[in-house]
């Protein structure tokens, strides 16, 4: 009878833990997909930065080049945190 007691609980316990590690297997996935994409996204703004700056039309008007130079800033802060730099 306790075999059978503990066999139980020990079944649950291992479906349980399956069952966890399958929801963040999943989750992680999901996490992997949505930071390639930011990536992606920085890598585009990064491209369309440097287009930008390469004109140079952006140093006429002062909030553009605040706004502009942030964005740089902001960019070479997601190529250290990716290891890009």
Same mark, same amino acid.
């Given at each position: 009878?306790?075999?059978?007691?503990?066999?139980?609980?020990?079944?649950?316990?291992?479906?349980?833990?399956?069952? *966890?590690?399958?929801?963040?297997?999943?989750?992680?996935?999901?996490?992997? $997909?949505?930071?390639?994409?930011?990536?992606?996204?920085?890598?585009?703004?990064? #491209?369309?930065? =440097? #287009?930008? $700056?390469?004109?140079?039309?952006?140093?006429?008007? =002062?909030?553009? #080049?605040?706004?502009?130079?942030?964005?740089?800033?902001? =960019?070479?802060?997601?190529? #250290?945190?990716?290891? *890009?730099?």
């Amino acid at each position: 009878m306790i075999w059978l007691w503990l066999s139980t609980i020990f079944g649950y316990v291992i479906f349980n833990l399956f069952r *966890k590690n399958a929801k963040q297997e999943e989750m992680l996935k999901k996490q992997n $997909d949505f930071i390639r994409s930011v990536l992606a996204l920085a890598d585009n703004i990064d #491209k369309t930065a =440097q #287009k930008i $700056d390469s004109t140079m039309w952006v140093s006429a008007d =002062q909030e553009l #080049k605040t706004m502009f130079e942030d964005i740089k800033n902001m =960019q070479e802060n997601i190529k #250290k945190f990716t290891g *890009k730099l």
